[in-house]
């Protein structure tokens, strides 16, 4: 069973002992708090996972604080302070759950194994029995799911994402349950199309870089272009950002002070 936290209760007639997390972005954790005094039951979340939850969505100023990062790349102030005016509208409606019970890799649960899969978020779980994984944001049909570098991520999220496609290739489950759309009976081929996908864009990051210095924001602008809400361009810029840190520990870019 699966929610948004939006429109009725999917578990409103249905007896429901625990709630497993994938990852803390708020299509995913949001409603846990809300299901879990509706149902009695206990929500299950990865240790990294639920220790940046409570570091972004336990924080009043974490809008703020996301969006000095973007000025520091390059960002104009007037996105900026749209993007802390949407923060705090958006934030009373993230109720995720105090304390759960927290999972590791290696960790089981109703006997399904627990994966680490960090990437699309630093601690996004994976839940893997008899070939079937229920992926989460992991590993997505129609989209590249969106691998950005925030101020409290991991200091590399496309080399962990990368990492994370390899491992999937390797375990080669028979069938993925994702957190949005249909699911995927060839999982490997998936994560192979999505380590292309990335190797291109890297490519075409470094190429944006070739006749000059330039912030992320303005390599953000040559290549997701104009044309973008506050919103969709906080995520180019952070997908930006973790490309050009990739390009970095690649050597194939420096860092201009």
């Known amino acids: 069973m699966s929610s948004t936290g939006l429109g009725d209760a999917p578990w409103a007639e249905t007896d429901v002992a625990r709630i497993a997390i994938t990852h803390f972005h708020p299509d995913h954790v949001g409603g846990a708090e809300t299901a879990a005094r509706s149902t009695g039951a206990t929500v299950h979340q990865g240790g990294l ?99 950005g570098l925030y101020p409290d991520s991991r200091p590399d999220p496309l080399g962990d994402y990368l990492a994370s496609l390899e491992r999937t290739i390797e375990l080669a489950p028979r069938i993925v349950y994702p957190g949005h759309g249909e699911p995927l009976d060839d999982a490997s081929a998936r994560a192979r199309q999505l380590i292309e996908h990335h190797r291109a864009r890297l490519d075409d990051t470094a190429a944006a870089l070739a006749a000059r210095p330039r912030t992320a924001y303005e390599v953000s602008l040559e290549l997701f272009g104009r044309e973008l809400s506050p919103t969709q361009r906080r995520f180019a810029v952070a997908e930006t950002l973790s490309h050009l840190e990739r390009l970095l520990r690649d050597g194939r870019a420096s860092r201009v002070r």
């Open 49 to 147: 996972d639920y220790a940046q939850c409570e570091r972004v969505w336990g924080s009043k100023d974490w809008p703020e604080r996301i969006a000095g990062w973007f000025v520091r790349h390059g960002t104009p102030a007037a996105v900026a302070e749209d993007l802390i005016a949407q923060g705090h509208a958006f934030a009373p409606f993230i109720r995720y759950a105090v304390d759960p019970v927290l999972l590791y890799e290696g960790s089981e649960l109703d006997g399904w194994q627990v994966l680490e899969l960090p990437g699309h978020a630093d601690g996004h779980l994976g839940f893997l029995r008899d070939g079937v994984l229920i992926g989460g944001d992991h590993l997505l049909r129609a989209i590249s799911p969106a691998v």
